[in-house]
């Protein structure tokens, strides 16, 4: 068989690991021939790709990115887009296309295998782990070591110049890595998408620090963390990328106007931003990248199309990639509450 593969998306720590899984299980095992199309779903829509062996990926295991770049280039925003991915299989004798990515490219490898019944699968990847169909994406673990270390970094500081610091972590829609990272960091108080928080308590939980004798605090806010509406001003309008979605960016500064106003306390924000999507992945997203990959070749040469492999429980299932895109993977209640008996 001859397969084609692509990243899609933000990069993600672990996506090396999963292109040299499937080269080198495809070459080896099933005597494939790979093709890596180069920025997302830029290479199939203009024919942008590079022939993968097993010498050209050698050493990548350890490696933050992807080899074969990335984008947010969304396929059905462009005049014929699809039509022209297909014909880009077509004149390269692929059997089929393994997509990794998230939300965006996931969403669109189902739409082109149910519209157009496009030999195409997915493998899930995000440091968000907002994916449904799958208990946790690769990324998501080295993501919040980079944030955890930053916040004992920065606890440090906080309490050496009596500040208050409001780190901002990356989560649009879910805030795993907030509710994570601070927990594993003692944060005093966490802030979610899932959660609207009001701006008054955030500033009761700092006071009652201070009343304690801690002249300092950690708050861990998600890019994605709102207010209660109409209680402060939010952040402005950054613009959308080509799947709709707004730009995020600025809670931490708001929060940092606002506490500092509310309370008189010096306050300081600090955006970790794309710092917590490079470098080298963890051992522990090494391991699953490299799993799904394996899976993802596996499912391929079986023609298992329009699925995707999936982390459930410790074991690797073949799931309909149309549930990693039905709904959002986002945190319950439960895990929220439980993280909040820390805060103050």
């Known amino acids: 068989m001859r397969i084609g593969v692509l990243t899609g998306g933000g990069d993600c720590p672990g996506l090396n690991a999963v292109i040299r899984a499937v080269v080198r299980k495809g070459i080896d095992d099933y005597g494939h021939s790979i093709l890596g199309f180069r920025d997302g779903w830029r290479g199939p829509l203009e024919d942008l790709c590079e022939e993968l062996t097993i010498e ?4 990548i295991l ?40 998230g939300e965006d490219t996931l969403g669109a ?56 610091l409001v780190v901002e972590v990356m989560g649009r829609h879910a805030g795993w890595i907030a509710l994570y990272s601070g927990l594993a960091g003692g944060a005093d108080v966490i802030l979610i998408p899932e959660q609207p928080f009001d701006i008054e308590e955030v500033c009761r939980l700092i006071r009652r620090r201070h009343e304690r004798g801690r002249y300092f605090a ?9 207010p209660v509406e109409g209680s402060i001003e939010t952040v402005g309008d950054g613009g959308v990328d080509e799947f709709g979605h707004a730009r995020l960016g600025g ?12 309370t008189g306390y010096e306050t300081r924000a600090t955006v970790l931003g794309h710092v917590q999507r490079g470098g080298t992945p963890t051992a522990f997203d090494r391991v699953l990248a490299t799993r799904l990959g394996v899976a993802g070749i596996d499912a391929a040469s079986d023609a298992r199309w329009g699925s995707m ?15 990693a895109v039905a709904e959002l993977r986002t945190v319950p209640s439960e895990d929220y509450e439980a993280a909040a008996t820390f805060f103050g």
Do not use: C, M, W, Y
């Not at 490696?63 to 077509?90: K, M, W, Y």
């Not at 169909?133 to 980079?146: E, K, P």
């Not at 809670?251 to 509310?262: K, P, S, V």
């Open 251 to 262: 809670i931490g500064q708001l929060l940092e106007r606002e506490i500092a106003g509310r």
């Open 56 to 59: 050209s990926t050698r050493g």
């Open 109 to 164: 490898a189902a739409k082109l295998h149910s519209e157009l019944d496009l030999p195409v699968l997915g493998i899930p990847k995000t440091i968000d782990n907002d994916l449904g169909g799958t208990d946790q994406t690769f990324g998501f673990d080295t993501a919040v070591q980079i944030a955890t270390e930053a916040i004992d970094r920065l606890h440090t500081t906080a309490e050496s110049h009596h500040r208050n």
């Open 218 to 226: 950690i708050v861990v806010a998600a890019e994605g963390a709102t």
């Open 62 to 101: 350890p490696r933050g990115g992807t080899i074969l770049g990335s984008s947010r280039t969304n396929p059905f925003a462009r005049d014929g887009g699809p039509q022209a991915i297909r014909a880009t299989l077509e004149r390269h004798r692929l059997d089929g296309l393994i997509a990794i990515g």
């Open 309 to 323: 492999p999936a982390l459930r429980g410790t074991r690797i299932e073949l799931v309909p990639l149309g549930e």
